[in-house]
C-alpha cells in the first residue's frame, strides 16, 4: 500500500486569480512551464499536465501508487484578505471535496482554513468535518506574514486538538522576502521557515498545551531534526525557551511527524534514527515533483519500516479507508 501524504490539487480558477490579484509576471520555459514571477524569484509555477487529473491517475497507476492526499500548495488563501481569503478557502475546499469524491479511492484531502478570520476558520473546521468529509487540514508556516503560534490563531489549535484533526504544515515563503536571485525563497526559504515554524510552536507551547492531534510537518521537516541540539541547549540556558514547555524541545519533536520530501537518503536515515519509521510518511510533491518511492526503497531499513512510512502510517493518522 503506498499513500502519498504530500501532493497538491492544483486548480485554474485558484491560480487565474493569484496572477490577477498579486499581478505576477508570466515567463515560459523551454520545458513547457510556466513561471509566475515577482520580485525576481518565482512565486508560482504550472504545466498545463497539472491540471489533467486522468493523466495524474495514470502517473498514480504507473508509480503503483494507492492514493494520494491533496492540498492546497504555497501560497494557499493568505495572500488575500477578509472575505476574499474565506471565499476563496471555501471554493478551494469545495473543489478539493469534489474530486475526492470523484475518486474516492484514489484521492483524500485536506482542507485550507481562512486564518484572517478566525470565526470563519472555526466555522470551516466544521465544514471541512462534516459535509465535506476531508481528511484533515493544511496550515502553512507563516500566515501572511503571521508566526504560526500568534495568540489570535490558539482558538484554531483548541478546535484542531478536541477534533483530533491532522494537520498537514507546508511551508510559506518566508515573511519580507524582498528582491532575490538562484530561486532562494523556494530553495532555502521554505526550509528556513518550516523550521521556524516548529520550533515556536513547540518554544510557545502549542503542542504542551494541545497534544491530541497528529502534526505531520513537509519537507522532512526542513532543518528541524539537525538543529534539536540547539533547541535543547535554549531550554536549558535561557528562561525565555522554557517559558511556555515543561520538557526539552527535542521531546515534542520526537512526538511529531514527517514526510519524506526531503528525497535525500542521509537525511531520511537521520530522521528514522530520531523518531523512528511511526513517525515518518512517504511524500512525493505531486505534481510539482512527483517523485516515486525510490528514496525510501533505498533506506537500509526493515521492511515492516518501509510499509509503514509508505502507507500505513498515512491510512493510520488520517483514517484513510485505501482498496486492497
Not at 490579484?21 to 514571477?37: C, I, K, M, V
Request: net charge negative; with cysteine.
Amino acid at each position: 500500500m503506498k499513500i502519498d501524504i504530500h501532493a497538491h490539487i492544483v486548480e485554474r480558477r485558484y491560480v487565474d486569480a493569484l496572477v490577477k490579484d498579486l499581478a505576477l509576471e508570466p515567463q515560459q520555459t523551454p520545458s513547457g512551464q510556466t513561471l509566475y514571477r515577482r520580485n525576481g524569484y518565482t512565486f508560482l509555477w504550472e504545466r498545463p499536465d497539472m491540471y489533467d487529473i486522468d493523466a495524474r491517475l495514470r502517473k498514480m497507476d504507473a508509480q503503483g501508487v494507492d492514493m494520494r492526499v491533496l492540498s492546497l500548495s504555497t501560497p494557499n488563501v493568505y495572500e488575500w484578505q477578509g472575505a476574499r481569503q474565506v471565499e476563496m478557502a471555501r471554493y478551494m475546499n469545495d473543489a478539493t471535496a469534489a474530486l475526492v469524491r470523484s475518486h474516492p479511492d484514489r484521492f483524500a484531502g485536506l482542507g485550507s482554513l481562512p486564518l484572517d478570520d478566525i470565526e470563519a476558520s472555526l466555522a470551516e473546521l466544521d465544514r471541512i468535518t462534516g459535509e465535506l468529509e476531508l481528511a484533515g487540514v493544511m496550515i502553512g508556516s507563516n500566515i501572511g506574514g503571521l508566526p504560526v503560534n500568534d495568540g489570535r490563531f490558539e482558538p484554531v489549535w483548541a478546535k484542531i486538538d478536541a477534533l483530533r484533526l491532522p494537520v498537514f504544515e507546508h511551508p510559506m515563503f518566508p515573511p519580507h522576502t524582498g528582491k532575490e536571485e538562484f530561486e532562494m525563497p523556494l530553495r532555502i526559504g521554505f526550509v528556513f521557515d518550516t523550521t521556524a515554524a516548529a520550533a515556536r510552536l513547540i518554544y510557545s507551547g502549542v503542542f504542551e498545551r494541545y497534544p491530541h492531534f497528529p502534526y505531520i510537518l513537509a519537507h522532512t521537516g526542513g532543518a528541524l531534526l539537525m538543529v534539536l541540539e540547539r533547541l535543547d541547549n535554549g531550554y536549558r540556558l535561557f528562561p525565555d525557551c522554557r517559558a511556555h514547555i515543561s520538557r526539552l524541545p527535542s521531546t515534542y519533536a520526537a512526538e511529531l511527524y514527517y514526510d519524506t520530501c526531503s528525497f535525500f537518503c542521509p537525511a531520511l536515515k537521520m530522521a528514522h534514527e530520531l523518531v523512528g519509521a511511526e513517525h515518518l510518511l512517504w511524500g512525493s510533491d505531486d505534481p510539482f515533483l512527483g517523485a516515486d518511492t525510490a528514496h525510501v526503497d533505498a533506506l537500509p531499513i526493515p521492511a515492516a519500516d518501509k510499509a509503514k512510512i509508505l502507507g500505513g502510517n498515512a491510512a493510520r493518522l488520517l483514517k484513510l479507508k485505501v482498496a486492497a
